[in-house]
């Protein structure tokens, strides 16, 4: 354990590179209650291995249903983290005082690997067990074009081809992500595309669909399943890929203790729920193994809000409906959110991790509106100085949020969130905010019940 490093003007915390984790943490160990099981759509049966092998190789397949409480990271994946890895952890000391808040402000900063986001961490990984596997090809889908250029650098140093299927929005939005992708030497291809029956059959029903993330898994997922080559990778929503970020929290466990101190509340916004879950998962697990309790509250686009307003069942995680049913908060697999700028939120659904924790009780959920979260991004930046990506001002409005409860309380809490990339290649969506062009999309409920209306049936 590193010695404490802390003085009252300390704003950044640091480890060694020897510190970075030697194994993921698997939350699955520590649950109280079992995740409920994967279903096959057609017999409503759990599903095993064999019917998941044709899109995962095997070594990723035993990770997402493992009950081990470590998995060890290989060698040659801690190998390339080491390049961003450890990543730091600061404390907001200007943002405290722009606030006049008592509340101790903490941020882990993963916009610094070399993608900017979180995503390399799961990348990385899932590119060398794909290339142990013989794999030669994989296929994604990308909404903010941050997984989609962490797996394509990550092809690129295991020797793989990637074709990344972009929601068309973003791609329109963000053709400097696109150039990226294609400088690490991906593919990258509008969607929904006229590649794959997918994408033709939305194509043909609605020729101007913005996308989303649910179409562009299914286009990636079928490219996978028809090809032997190929192999499906998912950027967010599954175990396994939730476990290869706990590396965030891991590390923010140290750096905590390295201020002396441990965070009252973790906040982190959600998507699919991955950067979300690698900040937390350390934290809620050492928690039912005994240890302090902490707050923990995931922020979602109202635009997308599914923790907050979806139903808890099972449901497709692709529009085509060509994956496994997973039980989770779901606003319908044929919702189609608004083109909001924050791209990555814009999930119709929610791990299946993340809603179990929301339906246990150790976690709470919050939706705010785009603008507010711009807002919120440009006052960080301002006092901090990182430009933040869209997605990731969701977590600083709710940070924010919490520490001005705080001065009101007249309390001091520790607050940390998850800073999960930078917005670098998001200027446009910062262009269109300071036009006042961005706008806050409501839904009343009768909308919302629209695409629940087609949640598939399963016995209870
Ligand atoms: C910077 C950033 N943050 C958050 C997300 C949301 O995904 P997740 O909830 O899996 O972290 C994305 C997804 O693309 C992203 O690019």
Request: proline share 7%; hydrophobic share 40%; net charge neutral.
């Amino acid at each position: 354990m590193p010695k404490t490093a802390n003085t009252a003007d300390t704003v950044k915390y640091l480890l060694p590179e020897d510190r970075i984790p030697k194994a993921w943490y698997n939350l699955q160990a520590d649950l109280p209650k079992p995740l409920p099981p994967v279903l096959h759509p057609g017999t409503g049966k759990p599903i095993g291995p064999d019917d998941l092998a044709p899109l995962f190789p095997m070594a990723l397949i035993g990770q997402e249903v493992s009950t081990e409480r470590e998995i060890e990271i290989p060698e040659p994946v801690r190998e390339v983290y080491r390049q961003w890895r450890p990543t730091p952890l600061f404390r907001a000391r200007r943002l405290e005082r722009e606030l006049d808040t008592p509340a101790r402000i903490y941020y882990k900063y993963e916009g610094v690997s070399p993608a900017g986001s979180h995503k390399p961490n799961t990348a990385v990984a899932q590119a060398f067990y794909n290339r142990e596997a013989g794999v030669k090809r994989l296929a994604t889908e990308t909404g903010a074009g941050q997984w989609g250029s962490a797996l394509a650098f990550a092809g690129t140093l295991f020797g793989l081809q990637v074709d990344v299927f972009m929601v068309k929005v973003s791609y329109q939005q963000k053709p400097y992500r696109r150039a990226l992708m294609e400088a690490y030497g991906a593919r990258c291809v509008a969607s929904p595309s006229e590649e794959t029956q997918s994408g033709r059959a939305i194509l043909a029903k609605d020729p101007n669909s913005n996308g989303s993330l649910g179409i562009a898994i299914s286009e990636a997922v079928e490219v996978a399943a028809q090809r032997g080559d190929t192999k499906y990778a998912l950027g967010s929503v599954l175990n396994h890929v939730l476990m290869h970020q706990t590396v965030v929290g891991l590390e923010a466990i140290e750096q905590m203790a390295m201020a002396d101190d441990y965070p009252d509340v973790l906040v982190g916004c959600t998507g699919g729920g991955s950067n979300f879950s690698g900040l937390v998962n350390p934290f809620i697990g050492a928690q039912l193994r005994g240890g302090k309790t902490v707050r923990v509250v995931a922020i979602e686009p109202a635009a997308c809000p599914s923790l907050t307003r979806g139903k808890y069942a099972y449901d497709f995680g692709d529009t085509g409906h060509l994956t496994p049913l997973v039980k989770m908060h779901t606003l319908g697999s044929t919702f189609v959110p608004p083109g909001f700028h924050a791209g990555g939120l814009r999930y119709h659904g929610m791990a299946p991790l993340v809603s179990h924790l929301k339906e246990l009780g150790l976690i709470e959920a919050r939706a705010y509106h785009q603008v507010e979260c711009f807002a919120a991004g440009v006052q960080f930046a301002r006092s901090e100085g990182i430009l933040p990506a869209p997605e990731a001002n969701h977590a600083i409005k709710g940070a924010i949020d919490e520490a001005l409860a705080c001065k009101r309380d007249g309390v001091s809490r520790a607050i940390l969130f998850n800073l999960c990339g930078h917005g670098h290649f998001d200027m446009q969506a910062y262009i269109d905010y300071f036009a006042g062009k961005l706008t806050d999309q409501s839904y009343s409920e009768a909308e919302l019940a629209m695409a629940l209306a087609g949640l598939p049936s399963v016995a209870a």
